[in-house]
DNA sequence: GTAACGATCCTC
DNA sequence: AGGATCGTTACA
């Protein structure tokens, strides 16, 4: 099986690791040992507390802390009363960001990727460089893509809406 | 305590 | 166009 991607890959800036991870696979281990392959075709960057879109704007909270580690573990938080949405940290310690993902080859939308992945809080904080149920491998199948600006983020003001911070595969 | 609201999705 | 559904947040 393909290698884990390492730390550094996270560690970099938030606008860096988001497009990188399209076509990057998320490998999934069910309980009953069941691997699933994912190919990741959608992502959008959440970058530092000046942006009003991303959480951590409102400062460092019980919910949002955890986007204040270092790069490389997954943020997950409930939306709308019902759908979970997957995040990975990234960047350094102290430096808020992450990238949700958005949709799979298989699936679009985010919380329909985490309702087929079995993805739920227990997940918060899940390590992908150590994790038995849940990581990403990065054999390098280079990919285009094109951007957009970030969905459902109308609150945040037309200076952060209008960022190019959605990374789609063509 | 209390109230308002969302990085969504499905059904009308 | 509207409802589901509840944790998080802000404010009193």
Redesign the pocket.
Known sequence: MDQRLPKEFYTRDVLEVAPALLGKKIIRKGASGHISVHVISET?A?RGTEDK????S??K????KI?FETGGIL?M???????W?M?IVTGSREEPQ???I?GLMDV??????T?SLALD?SFNGEDLQFSERIWITGDGDRVEYSTTP???????GAHWKMKPWRYVIK
Do not use: F, Q
């Open positions: 959008e959440y879109a991303c959480h951590a409102k400062g909270t019980p919910r949002t986007m943020y938080y409930l939306i709308y009363g019902m759908y949405m995040n992450a990238v949700l958005r679009s939308g985010p919380g329909r990727l309702r809080g970030r969905v459902g983020i109308d609150y945040a």
